[in-house]
Nanobody
Framework: QLQLVESGGGLVQPGGSLRLSCAAS????????IGWFRRAPGKEREGVSC????????NYADSVKGRFTISRDNAKGTVDLQMNSLKPEDTAIYYC???????????????????WGQGTRVTVSS
């Protein structure tokens, strides 16, 4: 069974950057559509970004467009989320999710993913 592991979270000042990575223990994510989601304290889960198997289809929440970039590292079999110009409202636990499909239609809804990681905490604060 696919076990997803997120890494790269931490404490960063507003305006700073972090790079999150999603990996699967013993597996490559090259054949899985991947989504990144977050849950802020007291809020509903929010879809942040997603990417197809080919990497040719990506999507972003309006709140992160122009600041976050999702990408695949096929050599490592991982999916990364580069987060720039971070804001306090980006503070949340970030989760990656996977489904063994080429692409997910409503990829920010979170409904179609089979596997979820445990999350990595991102705190944006001065």
């Amino acid at each position: 069974q696919l076990q997803l592991v997120e890494s790269g979270g931490g404490l960063v000042q507003p305006g700073g950057s972090l790079r999150l990575s999603c990996a699967a223990s013993g597996f490559t994510l090259n054949y899985y559509a991947i989504g990144w989601f977050r849950r802020a304290p007291g809020k509903e889960r929010e879809g942040v970004s997603c990417i197809s198997v080919s990497g040719g289809s990506t999507n972003y929440a309006d709140s992160v467009k122009g600041r976050f970039t999702i990408s695949r590292d096929n050599a490592k079999g991982t999916v990364d989320l580069q987060m720039n110009s971070l804001k306090p409202e980006d503070t949340a636990i970030y989760y990656c999710a996977a489904v063994h499909r080429v692409v997910v239609g409503a990829c920010l809804d979170g409904i179609e993913y089979d596997e979820w990681g445990q999350g990595t905490r991102v705190t944006v604060s001065s």
